[in-house]
């Protein structure tokens, strides 16, 4: 998704996901995968969409307001 | 409500991670497993040979022992956790020299009784003194009414002016009352000492105040002498 530009090792994954799990902002279940080996699958629930909404709109006012702030030294 | 959903999740997986450690810790160890199954599967279906993809997948989880480490460490009740080993630690630590517990603990308890007892000594025999001359030989004298289970009431008027002229047992012998008076007609009563003798008058005051002052808010502290006259009603 993001061409390479992030690179998430494991150790900071699964932290990660077990931080957003205890937040109640992902759900887990048991699947199989292709090989029909046990894979635990995540999936955002409600209160999770509502705060990736805001997190995201969040974020949106944070990068323009970065680029605003450096817009003058491109210039130079 | 999305502070209780978030409460609730917290709650659940916190009952959860104290309780069902085994299953937790199990659970974690088949996510693990199942990624790097995933992982070799996408290498595989890039081209890779099966036992190169393994070997990849398993390169780049890393050590699998530190990823779980890390999950611990998030893990809601860590704290608990973290807490429960440490005793666990200590008491093993302690049973295993039972001399050094022993002595540790004999330290302990000598060391706080001691401290206590001091301190109880110092408090009160330099810090809240009884505000008299020799207290070691004050002694209150009160009248018993045994029909009425009585053990302890105050001396009627009459029968202190009794008291101090027939009874030898004692130097002197002075009467007190404290209680809330209003001496101004107006305003607040205030917490005040009425007694016979103006040095029991002073002490009284200042044991009053030890005692007093901080349990009646907004009490200012007063004394009077009060002549014995008014504590005894002229006899007809």
């Known amino acids: 998704v993001t061409q390479g530009a992030f690179q998430v090792n494991p150790g900071s994954l699964f932290p990660a996901l077990h931080r957003l799990e205890q937040k109640g902002w992902l759900t ?19 209160a999770g969409r509502r705060q990736l909404k805001a997190e995201t709109a969040n974020w949106g006012r944070i990068s323009v307001a970065i680029a605003r702030a450096l817009r003058p030294v491109e210039g130079t | 409500m999305p502070f209780f959903e978030a409460m609730g999740a917290r709650l659940r997986h916190f009952v959860r991670n104290l309780l069902r450690r085994d299953h937790v810790e199990r659970e974690l160890t088949d996510e693990i497993e199942g990624y790097v199954d995933l992982l070799m599967e996408e290498k595989v279906s890039q081209g890779m040979s099966r036992d190169d993809a393994r070997l990849a997948a398993r390169l780049e989880i890393g050590r699998v022992d530190h990823v779980k480490e890390h999950v611990r460490d998030v893990r809601v009740g860590v704290w608990l956790d973290a807490l429960r080993q440490d005793v666990r630690f200590g008491v093993r630590a302690l049973i295993r020299r039972p001399g050094f517990a022993t002595i540790a603990v004999l330290t302990l308890g000598v060391g706080v009784g001691a401290t206590t007892a001091i ?34 009431i105050e001396v009627a008027p009459l029968n202190y002016v009794d008291w101090q002229q027939q009874v030898q047992a004692f130097e002197s012998l002075a009467a007190y009352v404290n209680g809330f008076a209003n001496l101004t007609g107006a305003g607040t009563p205030v917490w005040t000492t009425f007694a016979t003798d103006s040095s029991v008058r002073h002490s009284m005051a200042s044991l009053a105040r030890h005692s007093h002052e901080d349990s009646i808010p907004g009490a200012t502290l007063m004394s009077s002498a009060a002549s014995p006259v008014p504590l005894v009603p002229s006899p007809l």
């Not at chain 1, 199989?32 to 995540?42: G, H, I, L």
């Not at chain 2, 301190?119 to 018993?144: A, C, G, Q």
């Open chain 1, 28 to 46: 887990s279940e048991w699947g199989a995968s292709a090989s029909n080996r046990k894979v635990k699958y995540y999936r955002l629930t409600t």
């Open chain 2, 119 to 152: 301190f109880s000594l110092i408090d009160s025999v330099l810090l809240k003194p009884l505000p008299f001359h020799e207290p070691e030989r004050l002694t209150t004298v009160w009248e018993v009414r045994p029909r009425f289970n009585q053990p302890r």
